[in-house]
């Protein structure tokens, strides 16, 4: 059964969302990050996935503080990320009370690095955020999917593959905040060149159709946000996925 996970994204410590990965469409929702993370919770979620906008676009987590109230006063286990690029961060971070790691930026400027925190912190616990523009290009974008980059998809996903890399998080850009449906195309090329990695669908995720058919197609995880804080999507919707898990 397919993980459903909450996206909470953290911009100087209030949520927000964001259409398509542009700041200008930024839009803050009345919610304080920890009251949010205990509401997924009473309903059964047991991941979420914290997202540091601040830390992203400056190349240094800036939003611990949320992170530690969420792992400090809720059972959620915690994916992190934004602006995880030196062992100080993530160690910080692991610290703070982080359960999983996700890192973008840091694997396409230093692969060496990011490689190595799947031998040392372990494979189960380091997710590769790898998010394109264009799914016909894929390039990578990175720094809060502000900079653009020519390194192509599959061939970073083989890389780390080649280095233990178990877990991706993949995100067309082009759907993330518009409610225009996932891109199944795209992950199910992911699916038939890579088999073996578990991916986190991100984007575009409009109700429980999707989410069905994305466990269909044998996704390991879907990572939603504006459909919940748009109203579309109901907490209650999600019971039937809601089965304890962590592969």
Request: hydrophobic share 40%; aromatic share 10%.
């Amino acid at each position: 059964m397919i993980q459903v996970i909450p996206s909470i994204a953290i911009r100087q410590g209030a949520v927000v969302k964001m259409r398509k990965g542009d700041p200008s469409s930024e839009k803050a929702y009345d919610e304080n990050p920890l009251d949010l993370a205990k509401r997924f919770e009473d309903h059964g979620i047991e991941i979420v996935h914290l997202v540091d906008l601040d830390g992203a676009e400056k190349g240094t987590p800036k939003n611990y503080h949320v992170l530690e109230a969420i792992a400090g006063h809720t059972d959620l286990k915690v994916d992190f990320t934004g602006g995880i690029n030196t062992d100080g961060d993530i160690g910080k971070a692991y610290e703070f009370g982080a359960d999983y790691i996700t890192a973008s930026s840091v694997a396409v400027t230093h692969p060496e690095l990011f490689a190595s925190w799947i031998i040392s912190y372990g494979r189960e616990k380091m997710t590769l955020g790898a998010d394109v523009t264009d799914i016909k290009s894929k390039h990578i974008a990175i720094r809060g999917w502000q900079k653009n980059t020519e390194i192509k998809l599959f061939d970073h996903l083989q890389y780390f593959y080649d280095r233990g890399l178990k877990y991706v998080k993949s995100t067309d850009i082009s759907r993330d905040g518009v409610l225009e449906g996932p891109a199944f195309t795209f992950y199910q090329e992911i699916i038939d060149q890579f088999p073996e990695l578990k991916i986190l669908a991100s984007g575009g995720v409009r109700g429980v159709d999707d989410i069905k058919r994305l466990n269909d197609m044998g996704i390991f995880a879907v990572i939603f946000g504006k459909a919940y804080y748009e109203g579309i999507l109901k907490l209650k919707d999600l019971e039937q996925f809601l089965v304890k898990t962590k592969a």
